[in-house]
Every structure is written in C-alpha cells, then in structure tokens.
C-alpha cells in the first residue's frame, strides 16, 4: 500500500460488519467481546450478542459499561471531559491494568553510554524544545529517534525512525530516557521499555508518568528548566537493576495478564451471578502486582 488507508466511518462500518459475522459464526455466549476501537467499534459491539469490553483505553471516546484504561490518570481525565469535573462519579466495573510488553524484546544492560535518549512523534507537545534545551544546558549529547513532524531540533543527533533492534540498543546504552510531554500522557510506553532496559526516565510530572515513574527510583519528574538540567545530572546515581527489576514486576506480560484474568472473573460474575451483590470468586491480592515496586 503506497499511501495510508483513510479511516472514514464507512470503512470502520464495512469492517465492524465483517468482524461481526466471523465472530457470530463462532461465540459462545459467555464469550466477552473485547475491543480497542472506542466508538469506531460500537457497531460490532450492537452486532454481537456478547457484553463489550474495551481495553487499553487511551482515548476519550468510549461507550462499554466495562473498561479497562492504561493508567488511573487518564482514566481520570476522561471521567472529568465525559461528566464535568465537579460532576464526575466513579464507576464500579471500569479498572486500570497498565500496558504490558515483552521484557526479551527489551534488551537490559548495566552499563550506560553517555548520551540521553529522545524516543517519540517529533512534535512541540512532547516536550521537544525542553529537552534539548536541558540538554545544551546539561551539557550532554542527546539522540533523536522518531518520525519528522513539526519540529526538528538543531542540538544532538536526529536519526529518524528506528527499528525494534535499534529501539533496544539506542535505549539500553543511554545515560536516560527523557519525555517532557507537556499533555496528560494515557500512558506513554516508551518510558515503561526504557525501563525494562534498565534505563531511568526523565519525564514531566503529570499524566501516566506519575504511575509509570517512581521518583529517586526509576528516575525523575520535573517540572522546571533547572530541575531537567539536575535530573540529567544526577540520574547516574540511580540503579539500573532496580529499575530493570521493578519494570518487569509491573509491565511484564507475566505480570499483567492475572489482573486481566481477575478483572475477566469479576466481570463474569457480575453478568452471570447476583450483580454488585455477587460475592467474589477471586483473590483481590492479585491487583497489587500494579502498586509493586522491586528494590532488592
């Protein structure tokens, strides 16, 4: 395909409906229908007899009674733009079950080069200008990866786009990630494979980064020029097996897919069972793997 596809509703239709009669030819009607589309999906979700669920929410546009968002900060703003912020409830079957990645295809090493590491959509709201002014500042070399957008810093090396092989050596050998995103980050997986590199993580302080980065630990949140400059400075006193350790304790597919086979129990008991009134089958100890943090 020589140009992209144009996602209009009428393809998002014609392929709803395909989906929904390959997947009619073979439910069951306990099945769950999970869906990442949001609302480009609500018709295959009004033409299979299943209850829908969306997951990996990053976005706004939703309509499931049951759905599972990337962090508890977008989750939250969500809340806030579908309800009004003074108006927002929570609402009992949505959850947060982070994103999960395959700590082999994330090469760890201990020993770190001496540049930072920019990975991202080359655009001003991820923080472009300030990260290269902290870097001029800091007076480190720092490394551009990413597709060409708005903007294309002067300072450091732009090498475009990489590959999965690439991605995993340009992150394993850097003194730190940094991602200043200036909006409220869904999630932001380039920060958590860093990590799983045993890479620290310069980032902003808002968004999914205040979940997905552990201050003095994992790296640091800043919210000033002066603060980004310390952070660059400083982030060789953090422990690259620690952050190893606590990426794969958290983001692994390992770690993730029992808080998905819980939130699955939990759904099915509500549908099949007494409700909000159905007493549980399962050990809620299993969602505290998302609040650990290995330091040993």
């Known amino acids: 395909m020589d140009e992209a596809p144009d996602f209009t509703i009428e393809l998002w239709d014609e392929a709803n409906a395909d989906m929904a009669e390959r997947i009619n030819a073979n439910l069951e009607l306990t099945d769950f229908l ?3 589309g949001g609302n480009c999906q ?7 007899p299943l209850t829908p669920i969306e997951y990996g929410i990053g976005y706004e546009g939703t309509f499931s009674n049951f759905r599972v968002f ?5 989750m939250h703003v969500v809340y806030g733009a579908q309800q009004g912020a003074y108006k927002a409830d929570g609402r009992n079957y949505d959850i947060v079950i982070p994103n999960y990645f395959e700590p082999d295809e994330f090469p760890y090493s201990k020993e770190k080069g001496d540049y930072i590491l920019y990975m991202g959509r080359m655009i001003q709201r991820k923080g472009l200008r300030e990260a290269e002014e902290a870097a001029h500042r800091a007076g480190v070399d720092i490394v551009w990866a990413g597709e060409a957008n708005d903007y294309i810093p002067s300072y450091g090396e732009y090498i475009g786009p990489v590959g999965p092989e690439e991605r995993g050596n340009l992150m394993r050998e850097a003194k730190a990630l940094i991602c200043p995103t200036r909006y409220i980050e869904p999630f932001g997986g380039v920060a958590v494979e860093a990590q799983l590199c045993g890479t620290p993580v310069i980032s902003s302080d808002w968004g999914a980064f205040v979940e997905t980065v552990q201050q003095g630990v994992t790296g640091y949140r800043c919210h000033t020029l002066g603060e ?10 953090l422990d690259p097996e620690i952050i190893h350790n606590s990426a794969v304790s958290k983001y692994s597919c390992d770690a993730v897919a029992p808080l998905y086979e819980t939130y ?9 069972g007494h409700g909000w009134y159905t007493e549980s089958s399962y050990d809620l100890g299993t969602r505290s793997a998302m609040g650990t ?4």
């Open 42 to 48: 609500e018709l295959l979700a009004d033409l299979v």
């Open 264 to 272: 699955f129990q939990m759904v099915g008991d509500v549908l099949h």
């Open 293 to 296: 943090v290995l330091v040993e």
């Open 70 to 74: 990337e962090s508890y900060a977008w």
């Open 34 to 36: 999970c869906i990442i």
């Open 228 to 237: 980004f400059v310390w952070a660059i400075e400083n982030v060789d006193h």
